[in-house]
Nanobody
Framework: QVQLVESGGGLVQAGGSLRLSCAASARTFFSINAVGWFRQYPGKERDFVAA????????VYTDSVKGRFTISRDNAKNTLYLQMNSLKPEDTAVYFCAIGLDNAALKAKIVRSWGQGTQVTVSS
């Protein structure tokens, strides 16, 4: 099973930026059809944020982050990224990377593997 390890979370002021990374253990990362990001507020279920297909030809985002967040992947480095700009206090959450069958499955929260999460806190 592929292990996923997130990093890059932290505390930032509103309007600032952070870049999250998700390192995959498998050299077969390049063959994984869809990987994505979710976030979880305290006491709530994990919500879909963004997903990207194997060769980066297709990306999908939840409406609240469109135009502010960018998902990307580097298959040579076995790494998924989430560039977060113009951060808002409501972006404060634990962010998880995940593997899915395809983007639609991820958007439907059908996930094959999860990372352990990284905390993002945006102060007002």
């Amino acid at each position: 099973q592929v292990q996923l390890v997130e990093s890059g979370g932290g505390l930032v002021q509103a309007g600032g930026s952070l870049r999250l990374s998700c390192a995959a253990s498998a050299r077969t990362f390049f063959s994984i059809n869809a990987v994505g990001w979710f976030r979880q507020y305290p006491g709530k279920e994990r919500d879909f944020v963004a997903a990207i297909t194997r060769t980066s030809e297709t990306t999908v985002y939840t409406d609240s982050v469109k135009g502010r967040f960018t998902i990307s992947r580097d298959n040579a480095k076995n790494t998924l990224y989430l560039q977060m700009n113009s951060l808002k206090p409501e972006d404060t959450a634990v962010y998880f990377c995940a593997i899915g069958l395809d983007n639609a499955a991820l958007k439907a929260k059908i996930v094959r593997s999860w990372g352990q999460g990284t905390q993002v806190t945006v102060s007002s």
